[in-house]
Nanobody
Framework: VQLQASGGGLVQAGGSLRLSCTSS????????VAWFRQAPAKEREIVAA????????YYADSVKGRFTISRDDVKNTVTLQMNSLKPQDTAVYYC??????????????????WGQGTQVTVSS
């Protein structure tokens, strides 16, 4: 499956952004999907993830209560709604898909496909 991430941009602290990950090729509905991010000079980290049905979700502690991951398999899209953004949320955000649910959501080698990344910049 090929992934396309979009929706990044520049926003002030406290603002919101909505990222979308759209798949092409094979249907999205059988894939677990995650969002990762990589800030300058830092390692890539898991942000949020959802299993194939959307009933199981995972959030990094740093985004709990502020970010929401959801999926619309009719539109082949997984969305990351980001509210109450902070400057430390500034990063390139990537979506990734796995045919089998990863044993650990953060295990990058468990994901089969990656999107190209979208820049999120939060100003203070």
């Amino acid at each position: 499956v090929q992934l396309q991430a979009s929706g990044g941009g520049l926003v002030q602290a406290g603002g919101s952004l909505r990222l979308s990950c759209t798949s092409s090729g094979r249907p999205f509905r059988n894939y677990a999907v995650a969002w990762f991010r990589q800030a300058p000079a830092k390692e890539r980290e898991i942000v949020a993830a959802t299993n194939w049905s959307g009933r199981v979700t995972y959030y990094a502690d740093s985004v709990k209560g502020r970010f929401t991951i959801s999926r619309d398999d009719v539109k082949n899209t997984v969305t990351l709604q980001m509210n109450s953004l902070k400057p430390q949320d500034t990063a390139v955000y990537y979506c990734a898909a796995a045919e089998s649910r990863p044993l650990r959501w953060s295990a990058e080698d468990m994901y089969d496909s990656w999107g190209q990344g979208t820049q999120v910049t939060v100003s203070s």
